[in-house]
């Protein structure tokens, strides 16, 4: 198993700003540079699915696995012999807003999807959640 998280705090947005952007899937490709397009059909909500693909890839098929209002979403993505969990937390506290996010890769051939996906991913952690502040703070 491989797992990486990365937090910030932030007093520019609130957790209900920051969920509209994560609950609208369909235009995460406004504020996500590596993202070619994403389309949901339906709400954001635990057990539907959506197709994301990123720039220079194939389209991932991804499943919501919870998504608790102002609170936090997971969700899951399946590849050959490993799966990737993306953990999306919001959490108040005294000194702002903290988003939390969190990649885990299980199974026989983590490793590799680590190399081809994960990583890339985790590496844009910091510049995602900025990225993600200023299109909130719009809202």
Known sequence: M????????????????????FADVNNWHTWDEGIEY????GAFTAGNY??????????VKIKILKAIENKN?????????????????????ENGLTIT????????LAFL????VAQKIT??????????IKAASKL
């Open 2 to 21: 491989w797992t990486r998280s990365y937090s910030m705090v932030t007093k520019e947005v609130t957790k209900e700003q920051l969920w509209q952007l």
């Open 38 to 41: 994403a389309k949901l059909d």
């Open 50 to 59: 959506f197709t994301l693909r990123p720039k220079d890839g194939p389209n």
């Open 73 to 93: 979403f997971t969700d899951l993505t399946v590849f050959p012999l490993a799966k990737m969990y993306g953990e999306h937390l919001l959490e108040e506290t």
């Open 101 to 108: 996010s969190t990649i885990t890769v299980k199974g026989i």
């Open 113 to 116: 999807w680590v190399k081809l």
């Open 123 to 132: 590496d844009g952690f910091a510049t995602d959640m900025e990225a993600q």
